[in-house]
């Protein structure tokens, strides 16, 4: 291995290679990062590997040196146009690498201008001159470089430096942006990082982009330039213009999906956030004056018993005031200790009890631990109680909040993301269909067949939604119950919706009895306990195509596809109802120019 390493630096056996940075707003390239290879075939030929035995063998700063020369030379020969993104190690930069004679040789003889060299700062191990690299940097720059610093999100102190060296460019790390289509976090991540930058007059790269779907994620960002094998690999000739497939992407108006993660409250939330502060007995306390203390407190449930700051027992305000209430009670029992009346075996958790958690264990302590409540402790030590009913109360509320994001039926979005999306189709002023889907005779169903077949059919109706729609053009969410909204960007929309129409009326049969679909419905009780006859379940699509500036906001959109949902369940059996001019909410005639399709296509 070292001779092989002696071997190439001695006989400059490095091979350049440039992988394109595209501007993504003004859709051409804006410069080339230069990366190394070492010999074809050999245990160094990635950079990797390369530079690893170079640290090895005490030999990186030859290294990196011959890097810089190779990577210089190359480029100009190429007279590729455009930036160059040339990656140097803090080090490097501070030993003045390219204040060198060589480079500065290059440069002059080659007439490559110092503003179209990015200095690209890597962090392979912690930078434990700060200083000294905040002063090389601001040198290099005034020098007339650009700064960029790479990997952000890898290194030790990214954000640190971010904020004090103020660069150019900030190139994200490919971790954060590979499979960003599918990561909420990731999404966040980089939405974050862009608002820094923004803030910042830094541009930001987002480097490994593999994909159309990360690329349009990151488009739609608003993300300055990318990066990726989607984009170009490295080669040795690269291609000076953009291929076919990015530039479709580039002119694209498309509004990415974003994935979407349900906000897990109810983990977070601990058992704290319902304490209750209360005063506390010791077992010895007489029984009257843990009487009168309720008495005194009428919102207070209970009484925890505490012994040198340790809880030993609860006492019941129902049960204790029941048994006072019979005769000669205070005047036996007054007097007597209280740990008489207490309950030994309370439900006792700490205060960082997730309340999911904290839930469980009421439910498995039994109907006392209910009524009585639970001691809160902080290490150990007596805090605070808890109340049955506020921890019911607290989780419900959690997840009523946690269905505005994600069904928890289907998963699919709830009403907070439909209108973000929503919001942001009107902002990109694209032209996109809204159609609202409902489920004609659904309670029928529940009640004759049961709450789970009832949930089975909602389960499958989403199901075929996502399958009929573009995952990555279609919106589909699960407004509640048997509601659900699809936002369409496919051009054949339409089309899209018949096969649901399809779909939905063959998986339907599936849930009934050979008599009913025989029959075509069944005999059962309306809400006023009349006996009458329900047809087999049905789909109906009320579907408005909206134009750009038609709507000012998300409520508008919502009411007329409502509207719109309402006269398609006017029509019997499976239908799409689409409205084909684009209305106006405040007109009294909301749908002029109509168009019904049923379940058969006809119209």
């Known amino acids: 291995m070292q001779n092989l390493l002696t071997e190439i630096l001695l006989q400059r056996r490095l091979s350049p290679v440039f992988q394109p940075i595209v501007d993504m707003r003004e859709a051409h390239i804006i410069g080339y990062e230069g990366l190394i290879r070492g010999p074809v075939d050999t245990l160094l030929h990635a950079p990797t590997e390369l530079f690893s035995a170079a640290r090895n063998f005490g030999v990186v700063d030859e290294l990196e040196r011959l890097c810089v020369l190779s990577v210089l030379e190359e480029f100009t020969r190429l007279n590729l146009s455009g930036k160059l993104f040339l990656n140097l190690c803090p080090a490097g930069l501070m030993n003045g690498i390219l204040e060198e004679d060589a480079v500065l040789d290059i440069l002059q003889r080659k007439r490559l201008t110092r503003n179209r060299i990015i200095i690209e700062i890597t962090e392979s191990e912690p930078t434990y001159n700060f200083a000294s690299l905040i002063d090389a940097a601001h040198h290099h720059r005034d020098a007339g470089f650009e700064i960029a610093m790479d990997d952000l999100g890898e290194g030790f102190s990214s954000l640190r430096l971010w904020s004090e060296l103020r660069p150019h460019f900030v190139k994200v790390d490919k971790h954060f942006i590979q499979g960003i289509h599918q990561d909420p976090v990731k999404l966040q991540f980089v939405r974050s990082i862009q608002q820094i930058a923004e803030n910042s007059n830094s541009k930001v790269v987002a480097e490994g982009i593999e994909t159309r779907s990360e690329f349009m994620i990151i488009q739609n960002l608003g993300i300055a330039c990318g990066q990726g094998y989607f984009i170009g690999r490295p080669e040795a000739k690269p291609h000076p213009s953009i291929n076919p497939e990015v530039a479709d992407c580039l002119s694209s108006t498309t509004i990415s999906i974003y994935p979407q993660g349900r906000p897990d409250t109810l983990a977070k939330a601990a058992a704290d956030k319902i304490l209750i502060h209360a005063p ?137 993301p439909i209108a973000e999306h929503t919001e942001r189709l009107l902002e990109s002023k694209v032209t996109f269909a809204v159609c609202h889907c409902d489920l004609d005779h659904f309670k029928p169903l529940n009640d004759m067949y049961g709450y789970r077949k009832g949930d089975e059919v909602i389960q499958g109706c989403a199901q075929i939604l996502v399958d009929c729609c573009d995952p990555e053009r279609d919106f589909v969410g699960h407004i509640g119950g048997d509601d659900f909204i699809i936002l369409f960007q496919s051009p054949d929309w339409q089309a899209r919706c018949q096969s649901i129409l399809d779909m939905f009326d063959g998986m339907a049969r599936q849930f009934f009895k050979p008599e009913h679909l025989a029959q075509g419905g069944y005999y059962g009780e309306d809400r006023r306990g009349n006996k009458v006859f329900f047809p087999l379940l049905a789909l109906s699509i009320g579907a408005v195509s909206i134009e750009p500036g038609a709507f000012s906001n998300a409520h508008e959109i919502s009411a007329v596809a409502g509207e719109a949902k309402k006269l398609a369940k006017r029509i019997e059996g499976s239908c799409i109802f689409v409205e084909r001019r684009a209305p106006q909410p405040t007109s009294g005639e909301l749908f002029p120019d109509l168009s019904i399709a049923n379940g058969n296509g006809s119209v």
Not at 343 to 367: F, M, W
């Open 280 to 416: 506390t007995v010791s077992p010895k306390t007489h029984s009257e004056t843990v009487l009168n203390l309720l008495l005194a407190q009428p919102n207070l449930h209970a009484i925890p018993v505490v012994e040198n700051r340790i809880p030993v027992g609860i006492i019941n305000r129902t049960s204790l005031v029941d048994r006072f209430s019979r005769v000669y009670t205070r005047e036996l029992f007054g007097r007597r200790p209280c740990s008489l009346f207490m309950s030994p075996d309370p439900l006792i958790v700490d205060r960082y009890t997730p309340l999911e958690e904290l839930s469980r264990l009421v439910v498995n302590k039994g109907k006392n631990s209910f009524s009585d409540g639970f001691i809160l402790t902080d290490k150990g030590e007596y805090f605070g109680i808890g109340t049955g009913y506020d921890l019911m109360r607290e989780i419900s509320q959690m997840q009523i909040n946690a269905a505005r994001y994600a069904n928890p039926l289907t998963m699919l979005p709830g009403n907070v």
